[in-house]
């Protein structure tokens, strides 16, 4: 009888286990594929006769997975995603160059004294910015990123010169051949190293307290607190430990492409690739899919790089973006969970003027732009013109960004799409404003692809996964009859509209003012119909946005499109200053202004119309005058600019700090307790 009711309770059910997957077996699985994937490679690439290259390659990969360690460790343990590991990279090699070779030292004491100066000194820099950005929205802790980068970037170049250093090996050059492979001691050297600095590294946030620690502190640092164990102890070691691989990195990479601090920022991207397959937090599986990225590298450009065709011969050198692509797409949406999300600050909305304030500015300022053709002289007004273009752009970007909460980092793409999309146009035969459409509508359609991301990515992962979109298009696409050709330049010209001189310089910078005016009424629309009321509330609670039923998938896609559309508009205006589109890395299309834009407009503020033209005219427009177009300036202005960006940053969290230690201090009538101090009560 009692069985009976058990069995209509439903207590003699079976128990059907969770078909869910648990981080762990997650990543057992992973590294078990991963291991299977690069076993394949290598049986393949010896059987193929390359096994000297996968040797290299294996070399290579032990050197992407020091510097993905070193971002993998200071994520886990500060939530900054650190996108300046190229830049902090090239430190190392240029201070190690200058004390090896300058100096002339013997390269173990000067690889020590570049690790204490860029390794532990720039850490402790670097753990101060991590800890006032703790509680920062993701724009910020990106912007703060982006800035030391351009800082490091403009720093480097300025002092060492933009030509790339030749470096000798510094380790042993002796080698061994098996079987018909080459074996270099130096390359033996960086994999046994490699490999047992993962293995230390993984032992330790296994069993050790401090190790155990370090992955509680980005989380709830308070509960370190009270626990006893400093969390900025705990932080500071974090970071010495993570600077120092990826000091250590820059110095072993430096013999092997030559030390440039552009070539190794596009080089680390590998480092991006192999945390993103680990998940940002496994530090066995970024190791292995480090290495298989190094094979996989070194084995493509020996059987690729001969090939006449640009892109099958450059695409070696995609493998670590097609890595972060695969790892965004498969990974699942739990494991790209930023860490310490749940603790940043909201986003605030962007800063508008009453009406009565906006409306007789928005006059003056229009009189203004109306009377620069007869104020500037004419050697500068084509300046003002390509300010104007890029004014277009970085309002696109603000649009994203301050409303919507998504982040991207490569506008600068949809410039250059936009851009030679009109000259192919123009080309063909369409009018002037057709040709104009047309560029704009072509980018809406890739924004659309771009923005697919977005659907399971935020965040840092978003900027991540476009910033890799720009530099695929850098490197694979600018160079093919699909946009710059060979040649790296479209050629096109410009209208005569309406029986006016818009071909002259006069005209054409009044053609771009309409379409400036004309961009401004659009992103002035959409910010006012519902849908920018939706897009503001995406940024401020997207979770909430799904409960009341909105598509918030369709939104993201929404802004995407717009934003490509109204680039695309300014790359036009700004090719159309020269006119001709170029695509050389020095060029206005290249993916290092996407990073600059964002760092500018972060430090201009959040105002829609305001901060996209104060921020073009900084950018593009103030050099032309002087003291801004000394070289010495012009030589070091991207640290003004970087600088600028980490204190636009980090200043909020200050003053917030401060008016906590104030409250803190008036109601508990003692001192405010460092973070570094456990909190006890009173009893």
Known sequence: MNQTKNRRRGKDKPVVADPRLTDAEWMWKIQAALGVVALAALLLTFNRGYGTQAVAGVSDGAIYALAGLGLVLTYKTSGIFNLAVGAQAAASAYVFYSFRVKADLPWPVAGLITLVLVGLLGSLVLERMAYWLSDAPAVMRVAATIGIMVLLQSLLTGAYGASTIVFRPFLSTTSTEIHGITIVTGQVII???????????AMFFRNARLGVAMQAVVDDSSLLDLDGTSPVTVRRL???????????????????????VNQMLLFFIAAFGSAAIGGFSSLPITFISAIAIGIISNVMSAEFSTSQNLVVSALYTQVPFIALVAAFVLLPRGRLRESGARRPRRLRPPVTFPRNVSLPFAAMALVFGAAVPHIVSGV???QYTSGLGFAIVIASL???????????L???????????TFAKAQSAGMPYLLALLTAGLLTLFVGAVVSIPSFRLSGTYLAVATFGFGILCQNMLYATSLMFTEVNTRKLSRPHLFGMSTDSDKGYYYLALVVFLACVGLIVTVRRSRLG????????SPAALDAHAANTRLSRMFVFCISAFIAAL??????????AAAGAVTGPFSYFNSLVMVAVLVFCGKQPILSPIVAAFLFVVLRVYSPFSDPGFVKYEGVIFGGLAIAVAILPAVRIRAVERRIFEREGKRAFPPRSAPVRSAA
């Open 570 to 579: 300014g790359g036009a205006i700004i090719a159309g200053v020269t006119q």
């Open 380 to 382: 500068n007004l084509n």
């Open 533 to 540: 009321r939706i897009l503001r509330a995406l940024a401020d």
């Open 238 to 260: 974090a970071w010495a430990i993570g600077s120092s691989f990826i000091s250590i990195s820059g110095m072993l990479i430096a013999p092997i492409i030559g030390i440039d």
């Open 398 to 408: 603000g649009l994203l960004i301050w409303d919507s909460g998504q982040i991207s």
């Open 410 to 420: 490569c506008h600068a793409a949809f410039a250059a799409i936009g851009a030679t």
């Open 191 to 201: 994999v046994i190293f490699a490999l047992l600095a993962t293995i230390g590294l």
